[in-house]
């Protein structure tokens, strides 16, 4: 297996349906349904793939840690521990640690083309490169 992780494809196999919806405000969110119980995972139309991606990533981080929802990711959200946990559940999922060497190491260090690779975006992928070296990041 080689990057990108399929996390759309992963999501269905794991029976989460993904909904992309017009919300101002909120980039994703892991919405409960109760009859019948079942989760969905909301994300906002607007957002950019890979955006989306990390979001998806994100929410289904919520999910496997048990955080208790409904979960809505705020565009401007202030991370609380549980945040952080789904952002580097998602980090991982999407980055995995031999994966971003191997590729670092292919191009040189180039993080954009190692981003454009993985579909993350720049930021995530330097945050990501970041905290493999050891070097303080938030996840």
Known sequence: MSPPVPIFELAAWMGVPVLRVSEP?????????????????????????VRQRFTLAHELGHLLLRHPGPVFRDANFVGNLEEQAANGYAAKLLMPEPWVQEYLDRTNWDLAQVASLFQVSPEAMRIRANRILG???PF
């Open 25 to 49: 405000g909120w980039s994703g969110a892991l919405h409960v349904v109760e009859d019948p119980p079942r989760v969905q995972v909301w994300l906002r139309a607007e957002d950019s793939p």
């Open 135 to 137: 070097m303080a990041t």
